[in-house]
């Protein structure tokens, strides 16, 4: 696996742009919602701590990981002084192609979504094979997936402030 070694919540802080000038949007799955909520805690603390201000994050929240792309286009038009939308999402593997659809379907949406608007939307849905996994990066030994989104976002919303054109 890719993470074996990474820890997901590790970042220098030296690197990152200040955020206390941006705006995030935060998306957030009640699907499988032990795993969404430590993702959300993970991205907020990082996006506070460095430099982001409470009163300039929005939260909504949406039924499962496929509502986010809805989620977070209406997010783009309702607030259009956003710098950047995490979507946070976590699908796990079943017993049926049901989880193929869905990563399929978010994956692309999300996509679509960057490709058709000027605020970026992060993709920060785990999409594991056992729930042990997803506990593991939403703030288990892995470290903490909505970490590495929020550290994303705040580096997308810098590049979306300086590219004019």
């Not at 969404?36 to 499962?64: H, M, S, Y």
Request: proline residues 2%; glycine residues 8%; negative net charge.
């Amino acid at each position: 696996m890719a993470t074996e070694n990474k820890n997901l919540s590790h970042y220098n802080k030296a690197t990152i742009p200040n955020a206390k000038d941006f705006r995030f949007g935060i998306v957030v799955s009640e699907w499988n919602d032990t795993i969404t909520e430590g993702l959300f805690q993970g991205a907020f603390d990082a996006l506070i701590d460095c430099g982001a201000l409470k009163d300039n994050i929005v939260r909504w929240n949406v039924p499962g990981s496929f509502e986010l792309i809805y989620g977070c286009k209406k997010m783009q038009k309702s607030y259009d002084m956003l710098d950047a939308v995490i979507a946070i999402g976590s699908v796990i593997k079943g017993e049926t192609q049901h989880f193929d659809f869905v990563c399929q379907g978010v994956t692309q949406g999300i996509k679509d979504l960057n490709v058709t608007s000027d605020i970026p939307v992060i993709f920060c849905v785990l999409t594991d094979n056992t729930m042990q996994q997803s506990i593991d990066r939403s703030g288990g030994k892995h470290g903490n997936k909505g970490t590495e989104a929020a550290i994303a976002a705040i580096k997308m919303a810098q590049l979306k402030k300086e590219a004019h054109f």
